[in-house]
């Protein structure tokens, strides 16, 4: 299989953004992209257990977690519902945890590490928003491909040639 994201860097210089390295990739699938779906939230995964049991219709999931690594935003039982309801990919700027669970799943996953310990559930988080990190905008109805080699945004959807 080729790598995905140096091919879509050479190809389309001019509209993709390049995330800063910092994730690693801990789903069963390890390629993956799709349009952009944002929340942001600090150790509380309230809408994330919302998000993921809505139709994900291959779209992906960006968690700005605040960058905790105190709590996991997402384990196997929230990965597993958004594997079976269509997600292609959750990338998490915090941990997750279940990685052995999670890396078995049809679902691509990326965070910035992993932590044993459970969020809180206050229902608090803000949906589809803008939202900043590793030196990158996500935007809802953008889109975002991720592999081994990191994590890159478009503004729109983009087809290797």
Same mark, same amino acid.
């Given at each position: 299989?080729?790598?995905?994201?140096?091919?879509?860097?050479?190809?389309?210089?001019?509209?993709?953004?390049?995330?800063?390295?910092?994730?690693?990739?801990?789903?069963?699938?390890?390629?993956? &992209? %799709?349009?952009? /779906? $944002?929340?942001?939230?600090?150790?509380?995964?309230?809408?994330?257990?919302?998000? /993921?049991?809505?139709? *994900?219709? *291959?779209?992906?999931?960006?968690?700005?977690?605040? *960058?905790?690594?105190?709590? +996991?935003?997402?384990?196997?039982?929230?990965?597993?519902?958004?594997?079976?309801? %269509?997600?292609? &990919?959750?990338?998490?700027?915090?941990?997750?945890?279940?990685?052995? +669970? !999670? =890396?078995?799943?049809?679902? &691509?996953?990326? =965070?910035? *590490?992993? #932590?044993?310990?459970? $969020?809180?559930?206050? &229902?608090?988080?803000?949906?589809?928003?803008?939202? $900043?990190?590793?030196? /990158? $905008?996500?935007?809802?109805? #953008?889109? !975002?491909?991720?592999?081994?080699?990191? /994590?890159?945004? =478009?503004?729109?959807?983009?087809?290797?040639?």
């Amino acid at each position: 299989m080729e790598d995905l994201l140096p091919e879509l860097c050479d190809q389309f210089p001019e509209l993709v953004k390049v995330v800063e390295p910092m994730f690693g990739n801990f789903g069963g699938r390890e390629r993956f &992209g %799709g349009e952009i /779906v $944002t929340l942001k939230a600090f150790e509380d995964n309230s809408l994330v257990r919302e998000q /993921v049991a809505l139709p *994900g219709e *291959g779209r992906v999931l960006v968690v700005d977690g605040g *960058g905790s690594m105190r709590r +996991a935003m997402l384990g196997d039982m929230l990965a597993e519902k958004a594997a079976k309801n %269509g997600w292609s &990919g959750i990338i998490i700027y915090g941990c997750i945890r279940d990685v052995n +669970a !999670i =890396s078995e799943l049809e679902l &691509g996953v990326q =965070s910035l *590490g992993v #932590h044993p310990m459970k $969020t809180d559930k206050k &229902g608090l988080g803000e949906l589809n928003i803008d939202v $900043t990190f590793g030196g /990158v $905008t996500f935007k809802p109805g #953008h889109y !975002i491909y991720a592999d081994n080699n990191g /994590v890159l945004v =478009s503004p729109q959807k983009l087809e290797l040639k």
